[in-house]
């Protein structure tokens, strides 16, 4: 129970920072404002992609953090492009 309560802890104070550092700080994360208006999208896309990508878990940390990372540079690319084009995915 200590880590899930460790986590739901850490998990509020990025749902409590970021928020107020975009409004307050006037900053913006480019990954994050293309992602954010199609996450529907990016979502099922997100889904598709770990089905087929699945890493076993004796996979040490820098070959995860490198699929990782090129998997959301894969998703931002395609937020990108929705965000380019005028398209956006919405319930």
């Excluded at 509020?12 to 529907?40: H, K, M, Y």
Aim: aromatic letters at 12%.
């Amino acid at each position: 129970m200590p880590y899930v309560t460790f986590v739901a802890g850490v998990c509020a104070l990025v749902q409590l920072g970021l928020p107020e550092l975009a409004d307050c700080a006037r900053i913006s994360i480019p990954t994050f404002t293309a992602v954010g208006r199609n996450a529907l999208a990016i979502y099922v896309v997100q889904d598709f992609m770990l089905d087929r990508h699945m890493l076993p878990r004796e996979t040490p940390a820098m070959i995860a953090l490198a699929v990782f990372l090129v998997l959301y540079l894969a998703l931002y690319v395609v937020a990108r492009y929705l965000d380019r084009s005028g398209y956006y995915i919405r319930l």
